[in-house]
């Protein structure tokens, strides 16, 4: 059974949204993760997702989400807006937005201040794991204090890493070549 001490010690609650089938389970880990006072993220997944549970996910997020990550076809799922409205309407809701918008970067929204993250350059072979491998890197920059444009750029870098190669994981020399990228921060 859980329970709030299962979520004590961390800082950031990452929700893949491909998990929201069971609303119930979900509510409940939401209530508690809150409850002991960590910060909740969400990504959209897939548009299919979000039209599959729109309601749901407005909910979801104006109840419990403080950080929401949308590509340009889930942000327009949620929002039925191309992806700076669509910024505009999910910051309106939480506290942190971020819309993707693939080879033209991000961007990040947070009360009235929008960040465009800029992308780097990346010859793409296959998205599988690029829109996790962004939310990873943006998540570690914000867990240890970076701004938004540094945070954005981590995640740019692992998203724009991973689509270099086919499947989602990349060598340990790229990771190495990531981390050097990193600690320059």
Known sequence: MLSKSNFEGYDILHVEGYLVQNHELLETILKLAKAAGLRVSLDLASYNVVEDNLDFLH????????????????????????????????????????????SK??????????????????????????????????LYGLA????????????????????EVVGAKFGEDKWQEILKKVKTL
């Not at 590509?71 to 992806?83: R, V």
């Not at 970067?105 to 829109?131: C, L």
């Not at 938004?148 to 692992?158: H, P, Q, V």
């Open 59 to 102: 909910d979801m997020v104006r109840n419990y989400v403080d950080i929401v990550f949308a590509n340009e076809e889930e942000a327009k799922a949620f929002t039925g807006k191309e992806p700076e409205e669509a910024l505009n309407d999910i910051a309106a809701i939480t506290d942190i937005a971020i819309v993707k918008v693939g």
């Open 144 to 163: 240890n204090g970076l701004d938004f444009e540094k945070a954005g750029y981590i995640g740019s870098l692992l998203s724009g890493t991973v689509i």
């Open 105 to 138: 970067g991000s961007m990040v929204k947070q009360g009235e201040t929008t960040t465009f993250v800029s992308p780097i350059k990346a010859r793409s072979v296959d998205t599988t794991g690029a829109g996790d491998l962004y939310a990873s890197g943006f």
